[in-house]
Every structure is written in structure tokens, then in C-alpha cells.
């Protein structure tokens, strides 16, 4: 374990996985990380803080249970992922219709017991950078506080650019480091038109970011039928490859 800060937070290698919107891919792009990960024989905890548009019925199918089970970890459900919500609602919205209220400090005492257990923590997050989780923060108030690099996952078609320019831009003014923008297919290329867009993205993006740009990783058509064989594929693809190598570089850091 890791030594602790001023606030009592443990320096635990990991990341936080943040999208530049919702539906970008954070929970595949956080799955195939993991996986990856485990093969190069690294023991990783997972972390899902807050899930909504989950219940009892669809709970062994949530982001949690999906990450739990690339970990391979046997972590209860209530560690790994304190907050859920059956309404498919933004993290405040959702919390509020249950009469609840999230805790930034519930939050951050789980994550330090998954950061006692393992040499390396994944954090996914809800939504993107700056969704409201209380009346009085966000998500990036919560990955300050960890004291995590973001992984950010960005959208390859056209948004793409802009989305990320300003998700990058909201990091950087709360001084967040960035391990690397990493840009997914959400939706498989119609055309050459879509296919020129999609390049052009990538092309104008790597002229405009500072950080490390991955990808784009090529989309899966069968996620949605077959998670586990489109996990396993896109962990051996190059831009995860490349993100495990870092991440891999910053655990042997800490060795």
C-alpha cells in the first residue's frame, strides 16, 4: 500500500476512466483495460462509485458485475460500487429520486479498503467529467480527490473533437493529469463519408492535444450479444495494448 496524503487518501497506482459524454464506451473501454491488465499478470481492483438504470434484475449485467468479473475479483458488490440506482437518470437526478444522497466521503473510505487489497485500482466513472453527483459536486471533484491520472474515452465520429478539446480543457484547469485520450467506434463506419469523418477526427485531434492520443479502437459488433469474446478482442488490440503498458509502467514505479 501506498503512502498517504495530508487528506489520509493511499497513493495506489491505478486510473480513472472518464468519458467526454455518456455512451462513449467507458465501461468496454474499462473492461478491456482490465483484462489486459490481468493478462500481463497484473492484480487489479475495480470500481464502479456510481451506477444508475440498475436493480435487483439487471444487476449481474451492470458495469460493476462486468468489471468485477474481468477482475476476476470476489469483492462484494457494495464495495465495488456503493451507490446504485434503478432509474436511468443522471447520478444526482437518479439519487434524489430515491430519497437518497451520494457521499463524496463514502466514496473515497471504500476506495482507500480497494486500495489496501490490490497494487492497482480502476475507477469508472458516471457520465462524463462534470456531472453533477450532489448539489455541491461533481465527478471531477471525486477524481481530484482520488488523486488518480484520467483515462479519457472519446467519441471517434463527428462531437469527437470538440468533446474531448473541452473535456481536456476542464482537466487541465483542475490540474488532473492525463494518462491518454483514447478514442472508440461506438457505431461501425456507413459509407466513405463517415469513414473520411472519422479520420479527419483522429487527424485533427492529434494535432490539437498534448496528451497521448490511442486508437480509435475499432468498433465491436457483437458487444452487445457476446461482451465477453468483444472484451477479449479488444484487449489485444494495439491502443489497449499501448494504455496497459502505461498503466503497467506506473505500477512497476511504485514497486
Known sequence: MGSGDATGMTHTPGV??????????????SAALVRRLVQLGCSVGVMKPVETGVDSDTSNHSDAARLMAVAGVKDSLDLVSPYRFPAPLAPFSAASAQGQV?????????YEQLAA???CVLVEGAGGLLVPMDSQWDMSDLVSRLGLPVVLV??????GINHALLTLEAL????????????????APVGSMQQEQQASTVALLRERVSVPLL??????????????????????????GRLADMVMAMVAGRA
Not at 457521499?103 to 473515497?108: C, Q, T
Open 154 to 159: 472519446g467519441r471517434v465520429g463527428l462531437g
Open 16 to 29: 480513472c476512466v472518464t468519458g467526454t459524454d455518456t455512451g462513449v464506451g467507458k465501461t468496454f473501454v
Open 102 to 110: 451520494i457521499e463524496l466521503s463514502e466514496i473515497l473510505h471504500r
Open 172 to 187: 487541465e484547469r483542475r490540474k488532473i493529469s492525463v494518462v491518454a485520450l483514447l478514442l472508440n467506434e461506438t457505431a
Open 117 to 119: 487489497r490490490y497494487p
Open 215 to 240: 486508437g480509435p479502437l475499432p468498433y465491436q459488433s457483437h458487444v452487445d450479444c457476446a461482451w465477453t469474446d468483444a472484451v477479449e478482442m479488444a484487449a489485444g488490440s494495439l491502443p489497449i
